[in-house]
Every structure is written in structure tokens, then in C-alpha cells.
């Protein structure tokens, strides 16, 4: 079973940058494509950006493209979640989700994932 921690969420101003981490536990998610994906009260919960297993992929919801990176670092158990240039409709719920199988690709559907965290909540005041 793997526990996904998400951290590194808060309150800035718009423009600000923020780093999103998640933490697995329980066993190494080396060989699994992970995502991001947010949610705000009274919304369908979004993707917002993906990574394959090895990081060789990567991709990323329209509106944040050119604006947040995803990256992971398999030794640390880690996902990571730049985000930059934040705006007020960034303020969301962030959550962190793997794939438990190794496959090729990212998922852009959260039907295709396995396991999420509790989310980590990020304002963005204007």
C-alpha cells in the first residue's frame, strides 16, 4: 500500500511561487507515473499535471502550462510540484496520485489512478 503525503502548501500574493512536495511511504513509487490534480468547493476535481515513471514525460492542464513544472526524484520517494507566476484561480485543493503499475506515459484522468493524498491547500489572494 502507498501513502502519498502532500506538503509545502499556503497563502502568497499573486505572482508568488510555491512548491508543492509529495512524499510516498509504504513502498518506492520508482516505477509508477504520478500526477497532480486540484479541487475547489463545488468543482469536478482537475488534473493539473502528470509525470511518467522515469520523468521522461511529462504534461501539464492548458492553464498552468509554462507556469508549473513537475518533477520527481525517485531515490528521495518524492514528487515535486513547482508552481509559479500563481494566480487567484490557482487557490485550490492540490492533491498528489499514483498509478500503481509501471506503464508507459502520463495519465490525465484521476479514474486511472490508484492511490491519492489528503491534498494540501494552496491560496493565492489577490
Known amino acids: 500500500q502507498v501513502q502519498l503525503v502532500e506538503s509545502g502548501g499556503g497563502l502568497v500574493q499573486i505572482g508568488d511561487s510555491l512548491r508543492l512536495s509529495c512524499l510516498a511511504s509504504?513502498?518506492?513509487?520508482?516505477?509508477?507515473?504520478m500526477g497532480w490534480f486540484r479541487q475547489t468547493p463545488g468543482k469536478e476535481r482537475e488534473f493539473v499535471a502528470g509525470i511518467s515513471w522515469n520523468g521522461g514525460s511529462t504534461g501539464y492542464a492548458e492553464s498552468v502550462k509554462g507556469r508549473f513544472t513537475i518533477s520527481r526524484d525517485n531515490a528521495a520517494n518524492t514528487v515535486y510540484l513547482q508552481m509559479n507566476s500563481l494566480k487567484p484561480e490557482d487557490t485550490a485543493l492540490y492533491y498528489c496520485?499514483?498509478?500503481?503499475?509501471?506503464?508507459?506515459?502520463?495519465?490525465?484522468?484521476?479514474?486511472?489512478?490508484?492511490?491519492w493524498g489528503q491534498g494540501t491547500l494552496v491560496t493565492v489572494s489577490s
Open positions: 496520485a499514483a498509478v500503481h503499475r509501471w506503464t508507459r506515459g502520463i495519465f490525465t484522468s484521476g479514474a486511472s489512478y490508484d492511490s
Open positions: 509504504g513502498r518506492t513509487i520508482s516505477n509508477y507515473p
